[in-house]
């Protein structure tokens, strides 16, 4: 995986030409809605994948990086459009620039080109859910459960799990398919023995007690045992070229298939029935049979899907995503249809087997009807048993199904009129024929006896081996799902537990005992939380959007960790974290550092205060960030890079550009008066709007300081400690000298401050205001750990004054 | 760190190990198989598991 050192971005989007510099740290992008933050976010995406997921979901159909990627003014002219990327790839320790246009969004520069690098990429580009944004959080807990079961096993990349278990599946089926035909073809030829040798069962005692009295009567040694090899007819002469006949077994035959006739057209009805009603239901929905018909097909292009390329059409789409959702729409319609087609193929299935079993009855009819049956009758016999041969073998398909529509009625069987009329013509005939003669009879009997007993054996052996192969395919099978469940209950037994754990510290405060469980099922993945003491419920039940966002953002870290481990050192979370409540938002922080303190996060909000306290909370550095203002089209987004405000202020004032450095000295205020109102506990006039402003903010700040160090003196002398006593009186000292600096200004601070009058200032006027609020806010700033001032604890009587780093630490509690 | 799948094969192939269904043979083209980086059809490990020898009676 990767780190991000810079982003050059260049007609993209929104953005005209924009560099920032995350130098592999964490990274925040600040600014109001519609700033131009996303158009950063949608450059990383783009710059490391080739693809921008904003661009590809739900809504976006017409919407492609070729056409939208560039910025608006250059979409005809798409290579201008230019990302470049400086990575660095923390497990080789190597670092490249990768450089990207929108002409050709798959095809990249990469300096050095390496195959380490490339392999880097590679990876990086399998994972589009290192982009975060409020969206994807939602999608995994306001989701059905099946939906979050999606959402989840594509993040954690299960489609290998699932298509692997799809095939393992499929072999087991065609294995246990390939069994059930054995076992019917060992049926048809037990059958068959058994009517020649006239016996109830095929034991070993009850052919032999047929056989041997055959053998007796031709002079040959009695068989006493029944083995594998065993011949039934050995020492019999052969008889040639002719075919045997056995009168006694023949019209055993004759009467096996005269026994069918009469009850022929119930055979298969109940699957014929329903054959033409699911037929019917297909024909007169042509766009259901169209998905049914097509439903394999489309299955198999998905798993086909590697590229924008469509695997059954060639046509090329403007990225995997769509395409692999334009298929994945097909098949959901298809549910209907899958039931159908199951239908389909299992009542089919069955008729099929019927008609494999006539033409076991009638197939050794037709050796007597060559020889001595009616004119015709054994080519009628042949055509017959040619059908149904036909029916069996192209009944494997919805389209061969539909297609032999007609011949699936009550009449499937097919029956020649003049059959029944023949059979009783041709037995006439076996019968009139006179009794062979007791050797003649024996001889045959026993070849016949053979024959049958040959195939038996032949089918017998089949079936064993195709039992042990679908045994195999089953087991194959059955290993896979067990693999699979213990692995998977395994990850999300760690992902639950993750989650809890990330939750609970975010929101130690009131949810302390927070719980989650997880719960997978076939297809499903049930999310439960724990709301208070009160139970187990859905996510949505009681808990409020803030607490969902932060849930959603808990699982999303949670689920990364499993996925990439030590190599998730890098993801952006696209304004995911506004709803974390202020209350919060150091944990959050502290959970970021504490869990993920290898990982570069780049993190855009909409709310600047919270950017600051990114910085505040040291989660990014005091550089680490960059904030938006404003946008247009024409300019892109106007912003400001953090951490050098004063240095800014200053270039503004050597441009003579009085305005731009008054906009940024008024920006910079502000945030600082609302973070030290809160970091101070300062008590501003109440506003129910909550809209406070420089002037509702500022005078309490400065007053507060002002109790705190009187508060710090007073706790100082009650201990008698003079170092602190000490302490106090130069940091108050220092109060006085830069209130002094600042009263000396006030008529023009007041202008500002109150009045609002920043863009009226001289640039002498701002210049002095400038230098009267830097000293001014020096009060209240640690230099070495570049932290504001703020007591502690935040609720209830403060105990001390202080920095990040203890360099300033009054102790405000009294005796 | 092995990917879920990676994970599930090993332990998958582990099972099958402790089986006397398939022998030893069989197990190390499945894994050939499955481990390959190419699209594996069914009908590949139907011709895997299929016995090519005539079966005792």
Redesign the interface.
Known sequence: MIKIESITIREFRGIRDLTVNPTRKNFVISGPNGSGKSGVVDAIQFGLTGDISRLSGKGTAGISVLRHGPHVDKRDDPEAAEVSLTLYVPGITEKAVLTRNARSPKNFTLTPDTPKLRAALEEISLHPELTLSRREIIKYILVEAGERSKEIQAL???D??GQ?RA??Q??KN??STTQSSAQRELSNAADALRRHLDVKKLSKEDILAVVNPSRKALGLATIEDLT?DTLLNAGVLESGAQPVFNKQSALRDLNALSELLPDSAELGRSQTFALQKDIAALESDPALLQVVTRRAFVERGL??VDGPVCPLCDSEWDDLEHLKRHLQTKLAKSKEAEAIQDRLLTNAGQLASHARTIVSLLNPVLVLAKADGPSGFAEELTAWSAALQDLASHLGSVEEIVARKESLTSGWVGVPPSTAEAIATLEGVVKAKPDQSGTVAAQTFLTLAQDRLNSW?TA??AE??AT??A???Q??YS??C???E???QS?YAAVESDFSTFYREINADDEGAFKAKLEPSEGKLDLKVAFYDKGMFPPAAYHSEGHLDGMGVCLYLALMKR?????FTFAVLDDVVMSVDQGHRKQFCALLKKHFAKTQFIITTHDKVWAKQMQTEHLVDSNGGIVFHSWSVQTGPVFERLGDVWHQIDEDLVKNDVNAAAGRLRRHLEYVSAELADSLGAKPSFRGDFSYELGDLLPPVIGRHGELLREAAKTAQGWKDKDAEERVEALKKERLDALDKYGGESWVINKAVHFNEWENFSKPELQAVVDAFRTLLGLFWCPKCESWLYVTPRKGQPESLRCRCATVNLNLKGK | MATVQEQILMSFFGKLADTDELDEETITALRSLLQSDKKVKAEEVVALLKENTEGAE
């Open positions: 954690l990349k299960l290998d799990v692997t095939i393992l499929t072999a065609k294995l594998s798993s086909l054996r017998r052996r064993k081996r042990r192969d045994a195999r395919g087991k194959v290993a896979y067990e693999a699979m213990e692995q998977l990850l996925l990439l481990g030590e190599r």
